[in-house]
């Protein structure tokens, strides 16, 4: 069986890491300062819970649905902006968003764990026309995450 083990201890390791850091930061810190995407550091890390929950969704579809599959896209052509301005991340309990990233990819990494592998060659297209593996998705979501705390170190770390 195809082991993601080493991913899911990546991904475990930086909520461990980072979620005490989160803690700590004052108002001023996690919603004035501001990215290249205009993006507070309450609207990266709520950028990073619907990364979780639309992966989350896509592994689970994968598993189950005809390849290749086609969803909604939200992480290209503006989208994942209007999801953060939808659920209004800005004004959200500062608390409730680390806890919600927190648990939703706690419980990704269980679903990873539970992956099929007869699945792993299932394409999804995504909005620009990418024909993504399951098993790609999976090994990339490390990435994208380190993508977005590195945006927020540089934000806490440059006023």
């Given at each position: ?13 930086l909520?461990?890491?980072?979620e005490p ?7 001023a810190v996690?919603?004035e ?7 507070t550091i ?5 950028h990073?819970?619907?990364?979780a929950?639309?992966n ?29 301005a939808i659920?209004?991340y ?15 990819n706690?419980h ?7 992956v ?19 098993e790609?998705?999976i ?11 590195d945006e927020i ?7």
């Open positions: 069986m195809k082991s993601f083990t080493d991913n899911n201890i990546e991904i475990a390791a909520l461990r890491d980072w850091r989160l803690q700590l930061l004052p108002e996690i919603g300062r501001r990215n290249s995407q205009n993006r309450r609207m990266v890390l709520g990073l819970c619907d990364s929950s639309n989350l969704h896509r592994i689970i579809h994968l598993q189950y649905n005809e390849s290749p599959v086609v969803f909604p896209d939200y992480a290209n052509l503006g989208n994942n902006d209007r999801w953060i659920q209004s800005q004004d959200e309990n500062w608390e409730n968003i680390i806890q919600l990233w927190k648990y939703l706690f990704l990494i269980h679903v990873i764990e539970h099929n592998e007869e699945k792993l060659t299932a394409v999804w297209i995504s909005a620009l026309k990418q024909e993504i593996t399951l790609t998705m090994l990339d979501y490390p990435r994208h995450l380190r993508l977005h705390l170190e540089e934000l806490i770390m440059n006023p």
